[in-house]
């Protein structure tokens, strides 16, 4: 399995919902929901306002930027799914929405 491929497997489960901008985010105060033995440290839930998604997509670009490049220099095949590809998309899309958003924010307040 390609690393690019791993990665994707990793954060595509694992990516926090987006939470709206207006609701205050405590990153060190986590839902115990009782069903597994709590560790504050391995949230079973994380949430993102739409500027936190922006910088950890950036982030992300960056971290699969480098897994393509350990690829090619392993010789592994460009083995990226589809549907890992359609998730990654769909948070781009949810990234541009926001800062179009902002930008027609200031535009009307002028």
């Given at each position: 399995m390609c690393v690019i491929s791993m990665i994707h497997d990793r954060y595509r489960t694992t990516w926090p919902q987006v939470m709206p901008s207006r609701t205050p985010?405590?990153?060190?105060?986590?839902?115990?929901?009782?069903?597994?033995?709590?560790?504050?440290?391995?949230?079973?839930?994380?949430?993102?306002?739409?500027?936190?998604?922006?910088?950890?997509?950036?982030?992300?670009?960056?971290?699969c930027a480098a897994a393509r490049k350990l690829d090619e220099i392993l010789g592994l095949p460009d083995c990226e799914d589809p549907k890992k590809a359609e998730w990654l998309e769909s948070v781009r899309q949810r990234v541009r929405e926001h800062e179009l958003a902002k930008i027609e924010e200031r535009l009307e307040t002028k």
């Open positions: 985010v405590d990153p060190y105060i986590y839902p115990d929901t009782g069903t597994a033995p709590y560790n504050p440290f391995i949230p079973d839930t994380i949430t993102f306002t739409p500027v936190q998604e922006k910088t950890a997509l950036d982030a992300f670009e960056e971290l």
